[in-house]
């Protein structure tokens, strides 16, 4: 006489964890999740066909828009990419100064994860207190570039400009402070009960099934793959700096969270190393004005941005514009974790779980 | 003298003014929300309306009563219209048998006794545990009623919160009661005049007693049925204009509630805060409570005390919300069945054991 039925639901894409436009359909059985089948393309703006009709140069502001919290992160791969296919090397203080502000973006970008991820948690106070910080790293960026949220910080061949005065000193205090501050967002969430009990065992996913599904980032790292760009495949002067990859044990949403927490003081201390051996020289390789690449001539690079591996595929067909343009984002792959992830967990799993594998629509989408 | 004047009207203005209060407080507990949280979190909280943002909750009603009332078409108006009514009206009627100052506290006002509490029920416990679970029926009614798939879920999530959660917070007054030998609040806070406050009697019931209490308000780390990242706001996603405003006011005059119940059962109600020094020095307690000037001072004093009380649960309820992320709907109801239910059966064969042993002494 009595049974049940599953119910399915909409969650987004106008929903307040979500995260932007993403729309999940929940199909639940009770609390409990049956499937979840992400729906996405709310923030389509065909960047890549855009690109397509812009000259090498106009398409970097475009990147900007892909992932909006970590902008720098999108510049500095399109910008190494078309390094890549023009074989122009940055000078070596270029380098040094792209990996301090790509370092800053990942602390300012794992800062906005904390303060969502805490959000949706039910952490309420966490996220005023990671958005005071991620404003000073804000302040840094406008310093730097003008720009708070889409720089545009970079050139193809190098920078725009030396960091202005006082700008490294800014940047050092913040640092300073930055330790105690990760050390109070800790205190508020590592050791706490609750905390724990909505992430520990949460969406553990093993290291073969995360390779398989091609996540990438602090999301492969949790389930122990040490796998990190800045490592296999470094690029700019990744080399010269002592850096650990924090990796987890158990591959839950707590084991990623203690990554990403990880990752912030990492950061920091490739910063730090950055700036004490700064080396003299230009800011700028020399480019033609007018950037053609030969014709059928391509290049993939990756950088390690915040959220994964994100990569740019640049085919040339002789002419100033680019033939295709490829952005392989990481949110795009990790998004694809989350069916996997959220089986048999409950609603409000879910939710922690969209905040664990730390997306940015504007990046799924493109 | 006239007794429809001293048993119908007076005690009807007694509750008219009574409910006036307690909208006040309401309004301005939500300020103090917003002020307290936000110096929690390094913010200012609102200061634009008014000397520093003090009329801020008047603007909020304000906004409320002009607000488009929306019912959506699929609804079942007449529960739909009902469900705020029930959840409000129960809450305030729970406030009926608190005692804000003591029968000596009675003052006279046109020759009509006014005694400081609206009703001393003999069963006031039983009474206010009654009373406030009517309120689940309003919020399950209207997520129900809503006829929409997320009020549903807060409708349902809260059925099952709120009953498992009347449990413990019964049960913990158990030892009060036996303690004290009464279910009238007003001779529980004598009890506590002659003795000491149950506080010291009682201390893990008042724990027990309060985390259900925040449970069975829906506050933070509980507040699963309108938790805003799952399910948008719950079982009141579909109300707007002043039939949500009735949803709130049902919480926050619910909060208070709890935090009244709190206070005189544990803290000693209308009592002056002596900080144990009333041994040391006699008077103080007197001197505290007002009696050394008639009623009416008894009267300004007894309330200052159970506001400053009251206020300061309050502020628990908030700092909690501030520091705690929000449980699973199935942790909390491990919490409620596995922990909170043994513990307080528990607890009261401990009270009923120290009992025997105080009377064994004493004979």
Known sequence: MYQTSELEINMGPQHPATHGVLRLVLRLDGETIVEVKPVIGYLHRGVEKLSENRGYRSVTPLTDRLDYCAAFAENHSYVGAVEKLLGVEVPPRAQAMRVVLAELQRIASHLIWLATHGLDIGAMTIFLYAFREREKCLDLFEGYCGARLTYNALRIGGVPQEFPDGWTEALRRFLDELPTRIAQYETLLTGNRIWRLRTEGVGVIDARTALGLGLTGPTLRGSGVDYDVRKYAPYENYRDYAFDIPVGSKGDTYDRYLIRMEEMRQSRRIILQALEALPDGPILAKVAGRIRPPKGAEAYFMTESPRGEMSVYLVSDGTDKPYRVRFRSPCFNNLQGLPTLSKGHMVADVVALIGSIDIVLGCVDR | MYPVLQY????????????????????????????????????????????????????????????????????????????????????????????????????????????????????????????????????VLGGWASNSKYPLLGGLRSA?????????????????????????????????QQHTWLFWLQPFAVVLFFIAGVAENNRAPFDLPEAESELVAGFHTEYSGFKFAFFFLAE????????????????????????????????????????????????????????????????????????????????????????????????????????????????
């Open chain 2, 8 to 139: 119908f009207v007076v005690p009807f203005i007694h509750g008219v003014v009574l409910t006036l209060v307690l909208l006040l407080c309401v309004a301005y507990l939500t300020f103090m929300e917003r002020k307290v949280i936000a110096f929690m979190q390094v913010r200012i909280g609102p200061n634009r309306v008014g000397p520093r943002g003090l009329l801020q909750p008047i603007a909020d009603v304000v906004k409320l009563l002009i607000k488009e009332d929306l019912t959506p078409d699929a609804a079942n108006r007449v529960i739909f219209y009902i469900a705020p009514v029930i959840a409000t009206l129960s809450t305030i009627a729970a406030f009926a048998v608190i005692p804000y100052g003591g029968p000596e506290a009675t003052v006279s006002i046109f020759g009509f006794p006014i005694r400081p509490y609206l009703a001393d029920v003999n069963v006031g416990i039983l009474y206010v545990i009654s009373i406030s679970s009517i309120g689940v029926f309003g919020i």
């Open chain 2, 252 to 363: 926050y005059i619910a909060m208070i509630v709890v935090s009244a119940l709190v206070v005189t059962l544990f803290f000693g109600g209308w009592l002056p805060v002596t900080f144990g020094l009333g041994h040391l020095f006699p008077k103080l307690p007197a001197l505290l409570s007002g009696a050394w000037g008639g009623p009416w001072v008894m009267l300004l004093f007894g309330m200052g005390w159970v506001f400053i009380k009251v206020f300061f649960m309050l502020y628990l309820y908030l700092w909690i919300r501030a520091t705690f992320p929000r449980y699973r709907y199935d942790q909390l109801m491990n919490i409620g069945w596995k922990f909170m239910i043994p513990a307080s059966l528990a607890w009261i064969v401990l009270t009923g054991a120290g009992i025997l042993a105080v009377q064994a002494i004493r004979s």
């Open chain 2, 160 to 192: 099952a919160q709120m009953i498992s959660y009347e449990v413990p917070f019964g049960l913990a007054i158990i030892g009060v009661l036996m303690v004290t030998g009464t279910a009238s609040l007003v001779e529980i806070v004598q009890w506590q």
